[in-house]
């Protein structure tokens, strides 16, 4: 995780975090933010990550680059990996300036899908959504609007360019943002069309990274009608 702040940027503090609800801002102290710059964009590259394409697939190994920029919110992830151990799969998902884009190809000539539908755009939304609180600044934003649950959950929309997507926030007592979950974000079906079905993200494990607290193991789940259906993680 790379988050490198300009000369200008401002330090989270006690009086900037004030407005969000409770558990928001205790994640905010677990993981040691207080202090540190807000910065406009990150660079995460997880190492080890592994996904699948169908609920009856086996697991494909995938080195995975992603960046987010916050202050004109945008998500680029790009995912690389060898099937069958010699066969390049190349896929990129996007969201910028309210679209959303997933594009994937085969030996960097065969394209495997390239979907950019408005519920393409909805749950690449959600994803930036999701991921608020990993790149911190985000929270702080005016399209994130916060509505406080309890001591444990803490509600948020994102409303950006069109785009109107919300879920919750779920933290333990330590303090950790450990799921996220919403029913908001469309399901493409096999043979077409897309359907809302609940969708989880986990953030299964935290790290020391410098001063501050990061994500180290996260999963991506469905909730189909015949079971979970976890193709990231």
């Known amino acids: 995780f790379k988050a490198t702040p300009s000369p200008t940027s401002k330090n989270f503090t006690e009086e900037s975090i004030a407005q969000l609800p409770e558990p928001v801002q205790r994640y905010f102290h677990h993981c040691g933010l207080i202090g540190t710059p807000m910065v406009n964009h990150a660079e995460v ?44 799969f190349e896929g990129r998902d996007k969201y910028h300036d309210g679209q959303g884009h997933m ?19 909805q749950g690449a939304a959600i994803v930036v959504l999701a991921e608020a609180l990993l790149v911190p600044s985000f929270a702080l934003q ?8 309890d001591s444990l959950t803490a509600n948020a929309r994102f409303v950006h360019k069109g785009i109107d997507v919300g879920g919750t926030f779920h933290f333990n007592q330590q303090g950790e943002y450990i799921r996220f979950t919403t029913n908001e974000r ?9 359907e809302l079905y609940p969708y989880t993200i986990e953030i299964r494990s935290y790290q020391q990274q410098c001063q501050v607290r990061v994500a180290k193991e996260v999963a991506a789940i469905w909730s189909l009608p015949e079971g979970d259906f976890e193709y990231w993680n």
């Open 103 to 121: 594009f994937g190809t085969l030996g960097r000539v065969i394209k495997i899908f390239d979907e950019k539908d408005l519920e393409i755009a």
């Open 45 to 88: 590259i997880w190492s080890e990550s592994h996904i699948k394409m169908k609920p009856n697939q086996k697991w494909m190994r995938l080195k995975t680059y992603q960046y987010n920029f916050v202050d004109e919110p945008s998500r680029l992830a790009y995912m690389r990996a060898n099937m069958m151990s010699i066969i390049p």
């Open 142 to 149: 005016p399209y994130i609007h916060w509505e406080p649950v």
């Open 186 to 194: 469309p399901y493409s079906l096999p043979k077409g069309g897309f």
